[in-house]
């Protein structure tokens, strides 16, 4: 007798054991035959049928009622994990069913979830009390977070006039800071205290307190710049200047207005005189390098089939290893070392104050000394 194919086979037992079950009476009217199939992997796999456990795989076999049905399968990977297959199922009366199972990945057990969500709700409501605890003690941070907590549910049951609450305690506490700061001559904090005077941000609204911050922090400024002037800086004297003149953080005054103007270009000018007194002593330097070194730098010359050093050191006159541009430039090179010099022992109100009448004494002066070297210096 030839064999039938597999899935014939269990048509044709389906339907011998459905229409067993109906002619055995009425009973199981309504009902239909339904097999659950499982990998062979997957032998232990437990099946549900609307909750109701109906055996183990590899196979089940078992009769449902028609209509919707919901199939579970499960299997046990370890205590904490398992493998799931759910499919809702249409039953029609007298039409058996085969189901093939296909798990899904490995996933949280139901009741690994609840100790998940009980462990998980626990560490919650140990921050939330810890932080209600910091932010009682005046913490900030924690005033902040209690009140996104109010304000998003996170923990506590969700509440807007909890969170406003924590909200305005944060700022006041702020405030106060900021004042405390303010108060010591800290020019950010002042700065804070204007805006949250402006805003009535953790402070009662003030446009009056607000302008008094504002002063103050003018008046702040002010001594910086006071200080910064008294010590040398000529933009700090200009910025006094200022100030006197308009009463902006300081007493108006136009007697110290002018006289820090007048002290800034003073300071301005003997900057400048220094700096041109480095500049000449620095060529002085420079003529007298020359002067030391001019024999010196010839020292590859000879005499009379000699070294030059060597005739140096025999006690020769120096003006034997001398080159013709030495004989010019010797004369030059002083006749300028001494105009410089000159320069030098001036006094410092002719470069300081250049349009003054003993600078333009000292510069006419020079004007005629020059004029007199002229044909000296036409010898270069």
Known sequence: M???????????????????????????????????KCDENDIETKIFINNKYKGKCPKVDTIVPAGKITLRAQKQVDDEHEQVFVRQLDIVEGEPQRINVELGPTQLTASAKRAH??????????????????????????????AQRYLNGEGVA???????????K??????????????????????????????????????????????????????????????GNTKAMKAVSQRYQTGKGLKQSTDQAQYWLQKADETANLKLAEAKR???????????????????????????GQNVTEVFLTGLPALTIMTAFDVISTPINLSRQAYLSQQLAARPSTWAKPDSMMAKA?????????????????AR
């Open 117 to 146: 969500q009980q462990a998980a709700e626990k560490r919650e409501k140990l921050a939330v009390n810890a932080e209600l605890m910091a932010a009682r003690a005046g913490d900030v941070v924690a005033m902040e977070k209690m």
């Open 170 to 231: 944060r700022e006041s506490v702020m405030a106060q800071a900021d004042l405390a700061s303010a108060k010591a001559g800290d020019i950010a904090a002042m700065t804070a205290m204007v805006q949250r005077y402006q805003k009535g941000k953790g402070v009662a609204k003030s446009a009056k307190q607000a302008q008094l911050w504002i002063d103050n922090i003018e008046a702040a400024r002010a001594q910086a710049d006071l200080a910064s002037a008294k010590a």
């Open 158 to 168: 969700k509440s807007k006039a909890k969170a406003n609450y924590w909200q305005q």
């Open 278 to 304: 480095r500049e000449v002593q620095k060529e002085i330097d420079d003529i007298s390098y020359i002067d030391s070194t001019g024999i010196g730098s010839w020292a590859l010359d000879t005499v009379d």
């Open 362 to 378: 000292y510069q006419q002066q020079q004007i005629r000394i020059e004029k007199s070297e002229e044909p000296l210096l036409a």
């Open 2 to 36: 030839q064999k039938l194919p597999y899935y014939k086979n269990i048509s044709r037992y389906l339907c011998l054991i459905l229409s067993s079950l109906l002619m055995s009476g009425t009973a199981y009217a309504g009902y239909s035959a339904v097999r659950v």
